[in-house]
């Protein structure tokens, strides 16, 4: 006979607090990670050792709204959802387009995107790109945490076990000033996981780079990022000069050291990234979009 499951489903955020302050759970959002990683085989339920409780449906973890330039974004927000809201950005809708089908769109969240922290999650180097912060709520009170902290290695996130993800928060983003690019290499364009994948951002104020950031996915144990490179090149003139972009592939050629798995190859994974972000820079024109 199987085995029972205790599984919890609150009304309202703060008794689903109450509950994780009390004892060690499962949070499940959207399930389409959680319910992989734990499958079993067909007609068993999934083997999970400890209680659920169950977050998707709490609408204190749906909500979308501008608060100044910055973006707040509820963790339980399905793709569908984001896909369809006029506040999302376009390169992040980009991305989001590229995840799996119409089926796991809807179910799939951004939070749980962030909580597995897999290095070919497809949000990843956006939310690196944009300097995303999440806001985590316990009984306790509340903390914001930037991505780069929160994400410490594949599946291994900064969260206390009495603590639920509540927003992401993207600042400055709605300043609409910035070029902003996603790029995802796969198996196919749509329905795939990433082999590698790459976002750019750059904001030009008079023909000199004012901002630049890149992060890069799947090459590393989480989004590789480099703020030293990046300084090297504020200031520069656009389009760029073919010595600043040889200099800037050369320091990530340095610092990206991807794996060969099922998916791809090392060798692979590193000619594709370093390909992608000279092409990002070798464009003639950055457009605010
Ligand atoms: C067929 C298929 C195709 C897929 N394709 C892609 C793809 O192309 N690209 C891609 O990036 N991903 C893909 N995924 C993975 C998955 O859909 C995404 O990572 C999705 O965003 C996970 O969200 P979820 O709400 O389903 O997370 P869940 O499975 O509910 O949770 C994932 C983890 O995050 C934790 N968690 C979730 N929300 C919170 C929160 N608010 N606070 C604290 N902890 C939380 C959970 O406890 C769990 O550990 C695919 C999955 C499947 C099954």
Redesign the pocket.
């Known amino acids: 006979m199987a085995e029972k499951i205790t599984a919890y489903r609150f009304d309202c955020l703060d008794q689903t607090l109450n509950q994780l302050n009390r004892e060690d759970c ?11 990683l734990h499958k079993s085989r067909r007609g068993v339920p999934p083997k999970i050792t400890k209680p659920i409780v169950f ?2 449906h709490l609408s204190e ?1 749906k909500q979308m709204y501008q608060h100044h330039n910055d973006l707040h974004i509820g ?2 927000c399905t ?1 569908s959802e984001l896909l369809e809201h006029p506040l999302i950005p376009f390169a992040l809708k980009n991305a989001i387009k ?3 089908a119409p089926a ?1 769109r809807n ?7 962030i ?2 922290a ?1 290095p ?4 990843l180097p956006l939310l690196y790109v944009y300097n995303a912060k999440l806001l985590l709520r316990s009984v306790h009170g509340d903390r914001i945490v930037a991505i780069n902290d929160f994400i410490q290695g594949p599946r291994r996130i900064q ?1 206390l076990p009495h ?4 927003e992401i928060i993207l600042p400055s983003v709605l300043e609409e000033d910035a070029h902003v690019v996603f790029e995802k290499v796969g198996n196919r364009n749509a ?4 082999k590698v994948s790459f976002a750019g951002l750059i904001r030009v104020k008079k023909e000199r780079i004012d901002d630049v950031r890149f992060a890069f996915g799947v090459v590393g144990p989480t989004m590789v990022r480099s703020y030293d490179i990046e300084k090297m090149l504020l200031g520069k003139l656009v389009p760029l000069t073919v010595t600043d972009i040889d200099q800037a592939v050369a320091a990530f050629d340095k610092i990206i050291h991807p794996i060969d798995d099922h998916r791809s190859t090392a060798v692979y994974r590193k000619t594709v990234a370093l390909k992608l972000l000279r092409h990002f820079l070798s464009l003639q024109q950055f457009q605010a979009n």
Request: aromatic content about 2%; hydrophobic content about 45%; some cysteine.
């Open positions: 499962a949070i499940i959002a959207g399930g389409t990670d959680v319910m992989v977050i998707d973890l963790a339980c793709y590229t995840i799996a796991i179910r799939g969240t951004l939070g749980g995107n909580c597995n897999s070919a999650g497809d949000t969260r603590e639920i993800v509540t329905d795939a996981i990433a």
